[in-house]
Nanobody
Framework: QVQLVESGGGLVQAGGSLTLSCAASGRTFSSYNMGWFRQAPGKEREFVAVISWSGGTTHYADSVKGRFTISRDNAKNTVYLQMNSLKSEDTAVYYC?????????????????WGQGTQVTVSS
C-alpha cells in the first residue's frame, strides 16, 4: 500500500516555474510507476507525465512536453514535477498517482493510489 502527499503548488505568473513534490509512504515505492495528472474546473482529469519505477522511462502529454520534467528519488520516496514556462492553461489541481504496471499509463482509472492534490494557479 502507498500513501501519497503532494506539495509545492501555489500562485505563479505566466512564464514562471514551480516544482511539485509527491512524498510516498511505504517500503515498496520503488516498485511503482508514478504519474502526475491535473484537473481544471469543469474538466476531466488529464494525464500530465509518468515515470517508470526505475526512472529510466518517462512520457509526457503533448501540452507539457518540453516545459515539464518528471523525476524521482527512490531513496527519498519522492517524485517531482518541474514545471517551467507556465501558462494560464496549466492552472489546475495537480495529483500524483501510483500504479504497479506500465500499461495504459495515460488512463487515470488504472492508477490504484492517489494523493489529495495541490493547486497550481498561473496568472496571465
Amino acid at each position: 500500500q502507498v500513501q501519497l502527499v503532494e506539495s509545492g503548488g501555489g500562485l505563479v505568473q505566466a512564464g514562471g516555474s514551480l516544482t511539485l513534490s509527491c512524498a510516498a509512504s511505504g517500503r515498496t515505492f520503488s516498485s511503482y510507476n508514478m504519474g502526475w495528472f491535473r484537473q481544471a474546473p469543469g474538466k476531466e482529469r488529464e494525464f500530465v507525465a509518468v515515470i517508470s519505477w526505475s526512472g529510466g522511462t518517462t512520457h509526457y502529454a503533448d501540452s507539457v512536453k518540453g516545459r515539464f520534467t518528471i523525476s524521482r528519488d527512490n531513496a527519498k520516496n519522492t517524485v517531482y514535477l518541474q514545471m517551467n514556462s507556465l501558462k494560464s492553461e496549466d492552472t489546475a489541481v495537480y495529483y500524483c498517482a501510483a500504479k504497479s504496471d506500465g500499461s495504459y499509463y495515460r488512463v487515470a482509472s488504472v492508477y490504484g493510489y492517489w494523493g489529495q492534490g495541490t493547486q497550481v494557479t498561473v496568472s496571465s
